[in-house]
């Protein structure tokens, strides 16, 4: 019998690379026809936007079932406790991972595409298969721009580390101090949803790097961001 997860990798995929790009391409062939640009007759226009209507139907169908079925996922439940991340978030981010194939945090980096390979930032190169799944680095991106909209507690990191490379590089565009700081946030969020999923499942955990290598004591536990596993707190190891 297939697993939540599996379902929930269904119903995702199905909304996002059939419904929602259906519905997107009958909506553009609609405007354009709005605008003139696009000439169809009467008949044709009516049927196009009929199955506007019937994607846009089973895409919030869809909804629904996504949001039923993670309502009760415990990685979900302690997930949506952070500001910026709804049911829907969630759903396409946990839809992605396997947190029973990365042990550790930086492997889930890697498939997140957020590792360092050579001194630089993991990136698409020509002739080369990708070592990481490019829509969930796309929804990621989405999470840190909730944190920023929302004003999570997460976007704390990211106005920390924008001071920093303002301080420390001025001679950077605003756009690549806002892509550095916001990559900061994001692989603070991933390592924290990577042990309290990894927590939640049973399964092995390890220090975060800045404590286990580096000897930092002043680590911030999950639960300052949000994050709430039942009516507890976190177990964290020490």
């Not at 026809?33 to 089973?58: H, P, S």
């Not at 806002?178 to 390592?191: D, G, Q, S, V």
């Not at 092995?204 to 039942?230: N, S």
């Amino acid at each position: 019998m297939a697993t939540d997860y599996e379902i929930l990798r269904v119903l995702i995929d199905l909304r996002e690379n059939v419904l929602q790009k259906q519905r997107i391409a009958l909506g553009n062939r609609l405007d354009a026809i709005e605008r003139g640009v696009d000439t169809v007759d009467e008949n044709t226009r009516r049927i196009i936007n009929t199955y506007y209507n019937r994607f846009e139907e089973l895409e919030q169908m869809t909804d629904i079932e996504i949001k039923a079925l993670v309502y009760e996922l415990p990685i979900v439940q302690a997930m949506v406790n952070v500001k910026g991340i709804g049911l829907m978030l969630a759903a396409r981010v946990v839809s992605m991972i396997d947190i029973t194939l990365v042990d550790h945090v930086s492997a889930l980096w890697k498939w997140a595409g957020y590792a360092v390979v050579n001194g630089e930032a993991d990136k698409p190169h020509k002739g080369e298969k990708l070592q990481y799944n490019p829509r969930l680095k796309t929804t990621l991106y989405l999470v840190g721009e909730s944190f920023l909209k929302s004003r999570s507690p997460y976007r704390n990191i990211y106005d920390h580390w924008k001071e920093v490379y303002e301080q420390r590089e001025p001679e950077s565009s605003k756009m690549r101090i806002h892509r550095r700081a916001m990559r900061k946030m994001i692989k603070r969020w991933l390592a924290d949803l990577w042990y309290v999923w990894r927590t939640i499942e049973g399964l092995p955990t390890t220090k975060p790097y800045a404590h286990a290598i580096l000897g930092h004591t002043d680590y911030e536990r999950p639960e300052k961001y949000g994050w709430r596993v039942g009516a507890g707190s976190i177990d964290y190891i020490e």
